[in-house]
């Protein structure tokens, strides 16, 4: 065989040929993506997350990566076997194990087609490769037939299909890179360092990868791969972090070793903020849980394939008109997750807005956690507690509380003990008294993290007056957020008469200071961090026209999200509009920007460079900011010398109210908040 014949494969790809060791260096090392899925597979087979047939598949996805990397490469006869040999074994590999399905009357048979199915398409596939060279992608064609036509059969017969939405998307955009990158495209460019059939190496091997996760979790063999499904979670509690940060001074976690990592966990939080709330809560868990959400956000038409990507399982109310009998689905959907050790998050409350204290507590969280002790036997229930120090400012601080853990089974057990009518009771069976007692138990553990005052003036005036007793405590620095709302928890559980008095010299100092003009941190100046101040104008000196730059750029998108937070009046959908608006507006400026800069590979640099910018100046100017004020502050109180001793008095007056008050309030035992929970025996 001459060496023209090999080459006639490459006439169709876009990308030009250098004449180097790596004729086609994009697609040859895009190609790598063969080789990382294979080991990923096998990484699953040795962790017992799929049989050890799928060692087979593994290894010929992995030998389909070293086949690709040499076609593209360093084209030789050798080359272009390995390469379409490989992809004969996979597509024998799927199409064997479908039909295996289909056909199968014990456990295993599943596998033995599977298996049966490489040297199937070992054989025929070589056999008509080597009478027609370039009927490699015929082969594939019909090879997708007939996985199509065996899933389709395997519905029909009442099995679980192994293809869905997200498979059928990721296929079509897969195949629609690879037809992009021949030569024939309309956007064939062949020097471009972006490369279509590139794209088409790096879908394809997620494909394969999302095939394996969906085929072996349907059809129940082993432990739950999920691969696909977890990636997405850890990508969406990264970006998660990412906009909390951006949008958020701080965010301060308390206790959060109590959260099991590979344990069923149902997660229960107040709902104080809007679509700010789940997004924190990710953030926190540094990956994306599976919230419960009303049905009514699908009526929203665009936001459907958001929702399909993060998973949110909706709940049916008879408020919005929907049918709760179809909540059924729904609790399978949840009840299915808790039995894979993985994390469910729900809003007990139901409602979003902005309280003293927790709303009326619904019923669905106990159902749940009754129901899916069958599932999960080590289930347990985890309290969420959110508080945020402001809903209008646009950089405020947050705190999450974690409280302590419910394990269901064995509330469950003191449950049916308590009462000997209850000796046969069964908690799939749901019984009413059961969900009733669970909720009270639930609504107790989510009070003892959650903000609860007498009203919301009550909160907002304990909070100030516990913002300035904490930063005495802290000898003027300044002080976290977490430590203010548990101080303010703290005077809240105070008798009347002490925070009546702490009320009254609050009020007092407050009217003082604003009759001077004064603020409390120009009454008794912060101490700024010297390191962080060092750093904004190591910054600013270093990278100057950098901050500059990104803060024009991002100026307009800055200006947006003002004036759309400006014109919502509830300080409930404030939150929401800031977040959705500011992420919008800084993805359409940094896509803007690099299109505007650059173009191909150079406009994704630029945009990268544009958000990473971006994010240097939001530090800097922070930090330049405070201690602007600092300095104008001090400004203020040295023209006001005469009068700051009086307000001064007013302060130490304040203070000694709340030390009253405190003392007459036991103090909280934190100390177990950061212990782990461990686990019964």
Same mark, same amino acid.
């Given at each position: 065989m001459d060496f023209a014949l090999s080459t006639v494969v490459f006439v169709g790809d876009c990308e030009a040929r250098a004449g180097r060791f790596w004729e086609q260096g994009v697609n040859s090392w895009s190609?790598?993506?063969?080789?990382?899925?294979?080991a990923l597979l096998t990484w699953a087979v040795a962790r017992d997350r799929l049989p050890l047939s799928a060692l087979v598949f593994a290894a010929a996805v992995a030998l389909e990566g070293f086949g690709s990397v040499l076609f593209h490469g360093t084209p030789s006869d050798v080359s272009h076997a390995i390469h379409d040999v490989a992809l004969f074994?996979? @597509? @024998?590999?799927?199409?064997?194990?479908?039909?295996?399905?289909?056909?199968?009357?014990?456990?295993? *048979?599943t596998d033995h087609w599977a298996v049966a199915g490489v040297g199937i398409g070992l054989v025929v596939g070589s056999s008509i490769w080597l009478v027609e060279r370039g009927s490699t992608n015929a082969i594939v064609g019909t090879t997708i037939a007939l996985i199509v036509l065996a899933d389709l059969v395997a519905r029909r017969r009442g099995l679980t299909p192994v293809a869905n939405l997200s498979l059928f998307a990721l296929g079509t955009v897969a195949v629609a890179s690879w037809w992009l990158g021949r030569s024939e495209s309309p956007f064939c460019d062949p020097e471009s360092p972006l490369q279509f059939h590139a794209v088409w190496h790096v879908l394809s091997a997620v494909l394969l990868l999302a095939w394996a996760d969906r085929a072996f979790t349907v059809e129940g063999t082993g432990r739950p791969l999920r691969m696909f499904r977890r990636s997405i979670d850890r990508a969406l509690g990264l970006f998660a972090w990412l906009l909390v940060h951006a949008f958020h001074r701080s965010v301060e976690s308390i206790g959060t070793r109590r959260i099991p990592p590979r344990r069923p966990v149902l997660l229960v939080a107040n709902h104080a903020n809007g679509l700010v709330d789940p997004v924190i809560v990710a953030a926190v868990l540094g990956r994306l849980p599976r919230f419960l959400a009303k049905a009514a956000l699908w009526k929203i038409v665009p936001a459907r394939p958001f929702l399909a990507l993060v998973g949110v399982l909706p709940v049916h109310r008879a408020a919005d008109g929907d049918d709760a009998s179809n909540n059924a689905h729904t609790f399978t959907a949840a009840w299915h997750e808790l039995a894979q050790a993985s994390k469910v998050a729900i809003f007990p409350e139901g409602t979003t807005g902005d309280r003293a204290g927790l709303d009326r507590m619904r019923t669905g969280a106990a159902r749940l956690a009754l129901g899916g002790?069958?599932?999960?036997?080590?289930?347990?229930?985890i309290p969420i507690g959110l508080a945020f120090e402001s809903r209008i400012e646009t950089r405020s601080r947050a705190v999450v509380i974690v409280?302590?853990?419910?394990?269901?089974?064995?509330?469950?057990?003191?449950?049916r003990e308590a009462d000997p009518t209850r000796t046969d009771a069964d908690p799939t069976d749901l019984p009413h008294e059961a969900v009733t007692e669970l909720t009270d138990e639930i609504r107790r553990s989510l009070e003892a993290v959650s903000p609860e005052f007498?009203?919301?003036?009550?909160?907002?005036?304990?909070?100030?007056?516990?913002?300035?007793?904490t930063v005495h405590r802290a000898k003027?620095?300044? *002080?976290?957020f977490g430590d203010v709302e548990r101080m303010a928890r703290r005077l809240a559980a105070t008798p009347a008469d002490a925070r009546d008095a702490v009320f009254d010299a609050y009020r007092r100092y407050a009217t003082r200071l604003q009759l001077l003009g004064l603020r409390d941190d120009d009454v008794v100046p912060r101490r700024l961090s010297r390191t962080r101040f060092a750093g904004a104008i190591l910054a600013l000196f270093f990278f100057g026209s950098i901050v500059v730059t990104a803060t024009l750029v991002h100026l307009p998108a800055l200006l947006i999200v003002l004036l759309a937070t400006g014109l919502v009046r509830s300080t409930t959908t404030k939150g929401t509009v800031r977040l959705l608006v500011g992420t919008a507006a800084g993805l359409a400026t940094w896509i803007i920007t690099g299109m505007v800069v650059s173009d191909g590979m150079g406009a994704l640099v630029a945009g990268a460079t544009t958000a990473a910018g971006g994010a240097i100046a939001l530090g800097t100017w922070s930090t330049l900011v405070r201690a602007a004020a600092q300095v104008r502050g001090h400004v203020r109180a040295r023209d006001r010398a005469s009068l700051v001793p009086t307000a001064l008095d007013d302060r130490a007056t304040l203070l000694?109210?709340?030390?009253?008050?405190?003392?007459?309030?036991?103090?909280?035992d934190e100390r177990e908040l950061d212990a782990p929970l461990v686990h019964p025996a």
């Open positions: 190609s790598l993506s063969y080789v990382i899925a294979g074994a996979i @597509g @024998g590999y799927m199409v064997g194990w479908h039909f295996g399905r289909i056909r199968r009357r014990s456990g295993g *048979a002790l069958a599932a999960a036997p080590d289930l347990v229930v409280g302590t853990p419910i394990v269901v089974e064995q509330w469950f057990v003191r449950w007498a009203s919301v003036d009550e909160r907002e005036l304990l909070r100030a007056a516990a913002r300035v007793a003027q620095r300044v *002080a976290s000694t109210a709340i030390d009253r008050a405190l003392d007459a309030t036991p103090v909280p």
